[in-house]
């Protein structure tokens, strides 16, 4: 989410996370009692199908809304069609993608159940107030939202000619703020090279306020792969570890296990690799250096180099589930990297 360069007061948008995934079917005839009414099975083009989702949205929200359609460009230069409401008297307009619901209405989701999908998203996550977006023009207001993500320096290198970021191995760490944190999702907004020089700020000082503010607002994690694959990592800060800013939960007794590094909200956690003192920690608790596989921008994981595997087979396993698993948009590197105790840092394989 990005402000007009020219109006920091531009409305602003915002990406929820969808209900449900993907969608399918046909043209709505009218909305009947609240319940959507449409023939299924007849839509072929993407420009219809979001014409019709939009069509069923106004007549939804017909009064004191309007309903934009946006292209917009994402991570590693991917393109994505979005659907937008902006609710009169909201300086804030949240936004469902589209594209996933048109893939699985092609599949055979209902336009019904495509429908309801963008409704209930929007209505899960639609803002209770306006942002003050006059706290954006000021950097005392604005500093403690300060956050940093890793996102591939290649892949970006068009956003990055007027974005600031830190080069890290083939990564880049580039900031964004922070306007709101909910179960729905997170509303943010890129830092560009114009915000500094508004602020009045540079690159190192945003590098000092992200490493805080990160830390604090998405709590890192480091849990065995069995267990954030059967969603039991619902943890609560211990006062005894208030002063910490992860948790981990390592089987010192199996080396051959893989570990997922993240953050509680699975959002942009490769970022953990960053936080002070944690690699070091993970390696002291395995009694072994370490591979650093990048699963995506939102986590990557550990394993033991003591589990006997090379890098040069990690770094083709990589690379194939970046092809067959990973969306585009949330690649971060083909690449493998090693933690070493000896020298306390990451290297690239």
């Known amino acids: 989410m990005e402000p007009d360069k020219n109006s920091i007061k531009e409305k602003e948008t915002y990406t929820m996370k969808n209900s449900m995934n993907n969608g399918a079917a046909n043209n709505y005839s009218n909305n ?3 319940r959507i009414i449409m023939a299924n099975g007849t839509i072929q083009t993407m420009e219809v199908f979001v014409d019709t989702v939009k069509g069923v949205m106004e007549a ?20 994505f069609t979005r659907i937008a409401f902006h609710k009169k008297g909201m300086n804030i307009s949240p936004a469902v993608y589209l594209d996933e619901l048109f893939e699985a209405y092609q599949k055979g989701m209902t336009m019904e159940e495509v429908c309801w999908n963008v409704r209930g998203t929007y209505e899960q996550c639609k803002p209770k107030q306006d942002f003050d977006d006059t706290r954006l023009t000021d950097f005392n207001q604005v500093k403690d939202l300060i956050c940093f993500k890793l996102v591939n320096a290649e892949k970006n290198r068009e ?7 830190i080069p890290y191995h083939d990564f880049a760490i580039i900031f964004y703020a922070v306007l709101a944190k909910s179960e729905g999702g997170v509303a943010s907004i890129l830092v560009k090279d114009f915000h500094m020089k508004m602020w009045g700020t540079d690159t190192q000082t945003m590098y000092s306020l992200a490493m805080e503010n990160t830390q604090r607002i998405f709590r890192g994690s480091i849990q065995p792969m069995e267990s954030v694959v059967a969603e039991i990592m619902e943890r609560k800060m211990d006062a005894e ?15 051959m296990s893989m570990y997922v590094a993240s953050n509680y909200e699975r959002l942009n956690g490769a970022a953990v690799l960053l ?3 944690l690699l070091r920690d ?5 009694g072994a250096d370490f591979y650093i596989l990048p699963s995506s921008i939102h986590e990557v994981i550990f394993l033991s180099e003591s589990a006997g595997i090379g890098s040069e087979s990690l770094k083709m396993m990589v690379q194939e589930v970046n092809v067959t698993q990973v969306d585009a948009d949330e690649i971060l590197s083909d690449n493998v990297y090693f933690y070493s ?9």
Do not use: Q
């Not at 809304?65 to 393109?79: A, D, F, L, M, Q």
């Not at 956003?159 to 600031?164: F, N, Q, Y």
């Not at 993970?282 to 395995?286: G, P, V």
């Not at 105790?341 to 394989?349: I, T």
């Open 32 to 34: 009947a009692g609240g």
């Open 241 to 255: 570890d208030s002063n910490k800013f992860y948790d981990m939960a390592v089987d010192t007794e199996d080396m």
């Open 159 to 165: 956003m990055l000619a007027d974005t600031p970021y």
């Open 275 to 277: 936080y002070p003192n």
């Open 282 to 286: 993970f390696a002291e608790r395995i």
């Open 60 to 79: 939804i929200y017909d009064d004191g809304y309007r309903i934009s359609v946006e292209p917009v460009t994402k991570n590693n230069g991917t393109h």
């Open 341 to 349: 105790r000896a020298l306390d840092r990451v290297v690239m394989m």
